[in-house]
């Protein structure tokens, strides 16, 4: 039976164009990283660049969870934590990421609902989070400063090991 489901997936996909399945994905991967550089809180940490449909990104002042499980209610799933790579985000000080991937049979509309759901994400919570510090104001926030794209891929470059990288700092 799985031979028989590998040649159906095999077939559907060579009915493509692969250049222009490449260019549908490249034009996608534009419009996701553009529209969340757009949002005035996101930092993305992934370039548009070199890129396989993935974009990695930060909010500021509001917990990735969070973020994922807004997005989630919203029927949109994305990647939250640290991917596997927890000594790498703790060498960045980073707590945590959200990832968002596109692939040749996501839309446009579907890039534009995402962005949709995600600036809604981020003003429910910012709201919340502001009412908060109101009520409390032993709370602050302090902006989190994420490193540049090229002191992550330096630090990933120079490092020998993963084990290594909890040891360098930026």
Known sequence: ASDVYKRQA?????????DQL???????????????NGLPQVHCLSS????????SFTVRDVHHQDIALILDQSGIA?????HCAMPLMESLKIEGTLRASISF???REE????LSALQH????LSDSMATQQCEDEAVTTDEIK????ANVIDTLVSASSWQQLSLIHI
């Open 10 to 18: 095999l077939t559907y996909l060579n009915s493509f164009e692969r």
């Open 22 to 36: 490449e260019i549908h994905e490249k034009s996608l991967l534009k419009l996701l990283h553009t529209g969340c």
């Open 48 to 55: 548009v660049h070199d890129n396989v449909g993935i974009v």
């Open 78 to 82: 994305v990647r939250s934590g640290h």
């Open 105 to 107: 049979y996501n839309s």
């Open 111 to 114: 890039i534009e609902r995402f």
């Open 121 to 124: 994400a981020i003003e429910v």
């Open 146 to 149: 994420l490193p540049s794209e």
